[in-house]
T-cell receptor, first 116, second 112 residues
Framework: NAGVMQNPRHLVRRRGQEARLRCSPM?????VYWYRQLPEEGLKFMVY????????ESGMPKERFSAEFPKEGPSILRIQQVVRGDSAAYFC??????????????FGSGTQLSVL | GQQLNQSPQSMFIQEGEDVSMNCTSS?????WLWYKQDPGEGPVLLIA?????ELTSNGRLTAQFGITRKDSFLNISASIPSDVGIYFC????????????FGKGTKLSVKP
């Protein structure tokens, strides 16, 4: 997972503020995924993006959350008007491609979001 | 939603012992992945399985994709202190690109 870069590692926000989480995929990877992890839980899928396209956002809350992966630059997960329940570790993963038999996802070190 | 049942939840073992953990589901998966997560870090991929019945090793780790495609196990032989961490299974349903379903993890503690 060394190649997937996420920043910041820790982010503190007050209720109502906006949080922006950044992810640069591994070199050569064009597929990005965002997952959320609550304490003592497994990771939960949020969204899957390719360059400039959202492929699957079935795990994304309908309001306040958005994600993008522009042609240039990192993928951004944006949370508007944060609430305490948004506090979690947010992980980004990337893969080279998708294939018939699935793909290997490589994860970054995560951003720990704390909402005061 | 889809769920993976991972067991055991935690294990306390002596260094040198073998470890076994497994995941089961009521759904059929076309890919099983096993990850290890250290505190404050992201999951690190250990083994990927793509075919029913497939048995794959990675050093002291061995994992198998169940014949029914609804289960998988991970074995660690001759455990060492650095094996400490949380192990997650993750499955991918056919047609769901990138949407991995994770188990709740097995927390492994190794006594030297």
């Amino acid at each position: 997972n060394a190649g997937v870069m996420q920043n910041p590692r820790h982010l503190v926000r007050r209720r109502g503020q906006e949080a922006r989480l950044r992810c640069s995929p591994m070199k050569g990877h064009s597929h990005v995924y965002w997952y959320r992890q609550l304490p003592e839980e497994g990771l939960k899928f949020m969204v899957y993006l390719q360059k400039e396209n959202i492929i699957d956002e079935s795990g994304m809350p309908k309001e306040r959350f958005s994600a993008e992966f522009p042609k240039e630059g990192p993928s951004i997960l944006r949370i508007q008007q944060v609430v305490r329940g948004d506090s979690a570790a947010y992980f980004c993963a990337s893969s080279r491609s998708t294939g018939r038999w699935g793909e290997k996802l490589f994860f970054g070190s995560g951003t720990q979001l704390s909402v005061l | 939603g889809q769920q993976l049942n991972q067991s055991p939840q935690s294990m306390f073992i002596q260094e040198g012992e073998d470890v076994s953990m497994n995941c089961t589901s009521s759904s059929i998966f076309n890919t099983w992945l096993w990850y290890k997560q250290d505190p404050g870090e992201g999951p690190v991929l250990l083994i990927a399985l793509y075919k029913a019945g497939e048995l794959t090793s990675n050093g002291r780790l061995t994992a198998q994709f169940g014949i029914t495609r609804k289960d998988s196990f991970l074995n660690i032989s001759a455990s060492i202190p650095s094996d400490v961490g949380i192990y997650f299974c993750a499955g991918q349903l056919q047609g769901s690109q990138g949407n991995l379903i994770f188990g709740k993890g097995t927390k492994l503690s190794v006594k030297p």
